[in-house]
């Protein structure tokens, strides 16, 4: 594997696993809405984090990876979408790894 595969499957990683608890959090607001304000200083600084922070590296990372591999810009799409739906990271991650590193 190469650097900008094991950056962008980092960032696939830290980035599906912060909108994977903020989707979880934000809906405990349908369900229990006083343990949702309990907790609501962890959501906004998970929004944040992802939102501010973590995804336009994750974006980064996914332009490099284009780049370096000289993929289409429809899995540019589908990886700057991943980033946006809850849980596709991980898929999306193990798809381009299964696309680019076959035998291993």
């Known amino acids: 594997m190469d650097v900008s595969f094991r950056r962008y499957r980092l960032m696939s990683f830290i980035t599906g696993s912060t909108l994977l608890s903020l989707f979880a959090t934000l809906a405990l607001h349908a369900i229990d809405l006083q343990l949702w304000k309990d907790i609501s200083l962890f959501v906004r600084i998970d929004g944040i984090a992802h939102g501010v922070i973590l995804y336009p590296i994750y974006m980064i990372a996914s332009f490099n990876m284009v780049i370096k591999h000289k993929l289409?810009?429809?899995?540019?799409?589908?990886?700057?979408?991943?980033?946006?739906?809850?849980?596709?990271?991980?898929?999306?991650?193990?798809?381009?790894?299964?696309?680019?590193?076959?035998?291993?």
Do not use: C, D, K, T
């Open 72 to 104: 289409s810009i429809l899995w540019l799409g589908l990886m700057l979408l991943a980033g946006f739906v809850p849980g596709v990271a991980f898929a999306m991650e193990w798809w381009m790894h299964r696309r680019l590193y076959p035998n291993g």
